[in-house]
């Protein structure tokens, strides 16, 4: 490699071949003595030929690199933990704002519709007459019952939480359940001006389940789509049996949801963001608490919607075994 250094007698001692591996070594010292370069200071250059040298250093460091590709890969996985975490608890505390705001509301609206309402009954014109006493105690009543039934919305999601759920299982005609859940939405729906379009074509219809929770679980799917409606509600429920089981479906043209809210409504407390509409309150838990039910029941339940076209929810129960032919 340094031609020059060898013709000027620098390297002549200092070579050596190694054959077999196909190595030249160069020492390049001193000049001669008697050299015309005697006594004067030569480059130093130190020239190192290895061969293969990556191979060489990764068989070197091939226990240092694996340690370091496994250190780094253990940071990065300490990383996404930490921030995922965090994240979590991030959105954990907007959900727990959420519901305080919720609950806040549903509980002081009817306080101060009671409020209003003693007030009036204390009226001596109230008084003394009959109907209007027994009207504002009435409205009393009414926000009383709807206070409890708050309450126990949040006591049963809490009771979900720590048990499992307990089913007292009878034979439950849905067609009949239909109907009479219908029946409290008379107001609700005439106040939206809707109409409800009744399919039950399913031929068997006596499914196997607990009567107060399935009938809850009707009922929640119907408030829904009573809820997020606008005005000229159209609510058709559709039945349908095959061999085994019996599908619900409860399509509404209501305000719909997007990809986003379809993922994640069965979880709890969870609720759309869809602007601020603040005429719709809730929890939250009317969803996870059907998705509970209906998995109890070894169903299914499925949503399907375009924002600002409406919703369909179907849902998927077992028929009963027929006993009259046992
Ligand atoms: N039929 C529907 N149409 C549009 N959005 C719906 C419908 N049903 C449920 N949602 C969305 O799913 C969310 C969760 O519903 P739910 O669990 O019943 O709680 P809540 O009714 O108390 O808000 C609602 O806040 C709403 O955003
Ligand atoms: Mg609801």
Redesign the pocket.
């Known amino acids: 490699p340094m031609p020059g250094l060898k013709s000027r007698g620098f390297m002549s001692e200092f070579e050596k071949v190694d054959s077999i591996n196909k190595i030249t070594f160069y020492y390049p010292f001193q000049p001669a003595p008697g050299s015309d370069l005697e006594n004067l200071v030569p480059e130093e250059t130190m020239i190192m030929i290895v061969p293969n040298m990556k191979a060489v250093a990764l068989k070197q460091m091939h226990w240092m690199i694996i340690g370091a590709v496994f250190f780094t890969l253990v940071i990065i996985a300490a990383f996404y933990v930490t921030v995922s975490a965090l994240l979590r608890q991030k959105k954990m505390s907007e959900i727990k704002n959420d519901f305080i705001n919720?609950m806040t509301h549903e509980f002081k609206t009817p306080l101060a519709t009671i409020s209003l309402a003693v007030d009036a009954l204390r009226n001596e014109k109230v008084i003394e007459d009959r109907t209007k006493m027994n009207y504002f105690s009435g409205i009393i009543k009414e926000e009383n019952k709807r206070m409890n039934k708050h309450v126990e919305?949040i006591l049963q999601a809490a009771l979900m939480d720590r048990q499992e759920v307990q089913l007292s299982k009878v034979p439950l005609d849905v067609h009949d359940l239909i109907h009479e859940v219908l029946d409290n939405y008379t107001l609700q729906l005439n106040e939206k001006n809707g109409k409800v379009d009744l399919n039950l074509n399913a031929q068997t219809h006596l499914v196997e389940a607990d009567q107060v929770h399935f009938r809850n679980v009707i009922s929640?799917?119907i408030?829904?789509?009573v809820?997020?409606?606008r005005e000229n509600l159209l609510l058709r429920i559709t039945t349908q049996s095959n061999s085994k089981n019996l599908i619900i479906r409860?399509e509404?043209n209501?305000?719909?949801?997007s990809k986003e809210?379809v993922r994640?409504?069965?979880e709890?407390?969870?609720?759309?963001?869809?602007g601020n509409?603040h005429n719709?309150?809730?929890?939250?838990?009317?969803?996870?608490?059907?998705k509970t039910i209906v998995d109890a029941h070894h169903g299914k339940i499925k949503?399907e919607?375009v924002q600002g076209r409406?919703?369909t929810?179907t849902l998927e129960i077992p028929l009963a075994k027929e006993r009259h032919h046992a």
């Not at 209501?254 to 949801?257: D, K, L, T, W």
Request: charged share 15%.
């Open positions: 919720n919305t929640n799917l408030d829904n789509a809820k997020y409606s409860f509404d209501g305000i719909g949801m809210t994640k409504i069965f709890k407390f969870y609720r759309a963001h869809t509409i719709v309150k809730g929890f939250g838990l009317g969803l996870s608490y059907v949503v919607s409406g919703s929810f």
